[in-house]
């Protein structure tokens, strides 16, 4: 292309796009080389293979992870075909709640990865607080899969940092809605679509604009490996955060810390989510940075 053509074309750079909520044991983990998703949380794995993926990652990602699901015996996701055994850490005591979080921390896992579902087996109050006052005490933070009547309720009142799916199976009240405004909530709203009118996803988009409008931190997240999703961007994901947030808010809740540019797309700054899907899709990564000669 000829010098003056290039000039006249903007050129924005961005950082690239953070996947808060993954599985990488269910997809190919191939197809996120190198392609505008440049870091993803794993939230439930068994933990020594996820550490081993997060040691050697597909090219150009940073993996952080969770280790496995902490619930109660019997509890959410126990036999589950897609879990492996190891992906599920039975904890039926305070004391147990300890040596569960002892071992998060010693196999190198950011966050501890809790269940709360109804209809099945339930962590007690005296353990969920024991394994979330001793996440905090190792400076990790407690991330809870929250489901059913009440469960969400009990995430927030207990301290728990983050939410891994906007509440989608209540309509919470606003006074707990205020009480998780200090919370960061994971989007996953695309796999409650589907055809009519979802009311799991409506549901969860009404809670998500309460949340955000109380001062809550919405952030994207996909559960890639939940069902057919794809391996990379989720343009629906983004599609639908984008009936939520746009601007600078949606930016902030799709890419990564502005300090780190690594996309660079020949189109101006994106607003909308259409505009964002646009860019991602125009989006290249910027070489990586040389060192500097000694
Ligand atoms: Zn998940």
Known sequence: MPDGVAESVPVVTLPGVVDHHVHLGLVDRALLADGPVTEVHDLGWDPREVAAWAADPPSGILVRYAGPFHTAPGGYPTGRSWAPDAAVRHVATPHEAAEAVADVVAVGGFAVKVALRAGMALLPDDVLRALVTEAHSAGLPVLVHAEGDG?????????ADVLVHVPWTEALPDAVIARAARMTWISTFAIHDGPGRPIGLERALDNARRFVAAGGTLVYGTDMGNGPTPGGVNEREIELLGRVLEGRELRRAVLGPPSAPTLTAPLPLPVTA??????????RRLPAPRRPPR
């Open 274 to 283: 259409t505009d964002l899907i646009t860019w991602l899709r125009a989006a």
């Open 151 to 159: 469960q969400a309720q009990r995430a927030i009142d207990v301290g």
